[in-house]
């Protein structure tokens, strides 16, 4: 039941994109086109369901272990910087359109902070390693879930009859917004 509560709540209730803000820049330049969404947050659930992996084991088994708490962000850093690597270099192997229809946006998940965020909140609530895995898998999830919302409603706008001064970042803007309002009446939920 603990693990159903917590995909539900890293999906719906505390979505990394929608609620917590983090992860706004992929969510904005790579929701255009829905088959580049889905792709980069396949790429990025991939990358956060890892993370929160080796980096629940590094810090229980080394950082706790060795008292280096003070490294954490660093040794984070390195993890997330390391998967992505081999998830770029995966992509470029098996889907050349994919690693160019991606573009700049793959590398920059390792700059991505919901990644960050999520092997940092994981020392935060303290969950054990079945935890952190459903944890890191329902965030990336729920980051998904957002791009492809955004994604739809993006490709539908390129169709509507949007004044010219909302064009562009204005509508996408208030449409991440609006989004944001909606998934707010999951707050309840748990």
Do not use: H
């Not at 708490?69 to 270099?89: H, P």
């Not at 359109?97 to 965020?117: K, M, Q, R, S, V």
């Not at 409603?153 to 064009?167: G, H, M, Q, T």
């Not at 204005?170 to 944001?180: D, F, K, R």
Request: glycine fraction near 8%; proline fraction near 3%.
């Amino acid at each position: 039941m603990q693990l159903i509560i917590i995909i539900i709540s890293s999906v719906l209730i505390n979505n990394y994109v929608l609620v917590q803000f983090l992860g706004i820049c992929p969510f904005i330049g790579v929701s255009k086109k829905l088959s580049p969404a889905i792709s980069m947050g396949v790429a990025t659930t991939f990358v956060m369901t890892i993370t929160a992996a080796v980096a629940w084991i590094i810090n229980q088994y080394i950082l706790i272990g060795l008292n280096l708490q003070f490294l954490e962000i660093g040794s984070f850093i390195l993890v997330i910087a390391g998967l992505v690597q081999l998830v770029e270099m995966f992509i470029k192997k098996t889907s050349k359109p994919l690693y160019d229809a991606l573009g700049i946006f793959l590398p920059l998940i390792t700059t991505n902070c919901a990644i960050l965020g999520l092997a940092l909140l994981l020392v935060i609530k303290e969950y054990n390693f079945i935890e952190s895995i459903v944890f890191g898998f329902g965030s990336g999830a729920g980051f998904t879930l957002a791009l492809v919302i955004m994604a739809g409603i993006r490709e539908e706008l390129e169709l509507a009859d949007v004044p010219s001064y909302f064009k562009g970042a204005p509508i996408t803007l208030i449409t991440a917004s609006c989004i944001a309002l909606a998934f707010m009446g999951f707050a309840g939920l748990i």
